[in-house]
């Protein structure tokens, strides 16, 4: 079928998110999001992480239902899906596993197209589920708890990754950073809410100097684990007296190392389309940082609504919608890779 054909004919996708431990599904139609459902998963919190065993049983027991319950809310029959998407790659092997048998048994039941999707390839078309979208070209920075990545985006299903980093990712130092505090679990967010309320600037921690548009984010949790220790053994209560101060000093730095290499990028490849996805796109300071240098640098600057930066199968379902478009397919042979190139 050619791609004109496709394009005269409304286009259902059913789509599948479980990369990690979110079960989520969503039906996308001619590219409009018609529902998206997120089934968290709150075992993990008492481990003060992600346990993976746990997060694919949970996925077995939700799968079914938030699939039944993203079809009812679309309006949409089975019978009327056009192609199931699913993540593919990077992720949790197990929770991966769930969601790619899920989708291809689907898929070879009702005999429809099976699409792959890369989470990160999704996660920056998530700019392109609701107004404003970028123009190509745009470049995204693509910032969650395993990845850190600036992207040349030349159209939906070309792009190119600039740089990326060589070991922690930005969220990740978040999330130790609270551990660390001994803050609860997701840290990420709870870190975010406590910097709003204190000093960026109390305390210096040092920013990482890498060449082109990498990143490292393993010196700055090194430094703030030194810096810790140090402090409370002259007061023991260091911490909870100055919480909000470390928070605040912590974010700061972390993204003042994202947007340096952002603006970078954006300068020398004369590109004013400037993004930002992932889940630490939730970050309020990462979204005015982003806003006030656009501001200052003349960029149209674009950020996905909150339910769309964290994981959720609308992303996928986006991603899928393109590779639909140009009969990107795959068979019953694809399988989920916990670290795939894309």
Known sequence: MSQLSLRSMSVNILAIESSCDETSAAVIRDGVVLSNLIATQKVHEQYGGVVPEMASRAHMQNIVP???????????????????????APGLIGSLMVGACFAKGYAQALNIPLIAVHHMQAHVLAHFIEDPKPEFPFLCLTVSGGHTQVVLCKDYLDMEVLGETIDDAAGEAFDKTAKMLGLPYPGGPVVDKLAQQGDPKRFNFPVSEMKGYDFSFSGIKTAVLYFLQKEKKNDLDFVQKNINDICASVQYTIIKMLMKKLEKAAEEMNINHIGIAGGVSANSGLRIALMETGMRKGWKTYIPQFEYCTDNAAMIGITGYHKYLKGEFDDLTVSPSARASW
């Open 66 to 88: 938030v699939v039944h319950v993203a079809l009812k809310n679309a309006g949409v029959l089975r019978q009327e899906i056009h192609a199931v998407a699913f993540t593919q």
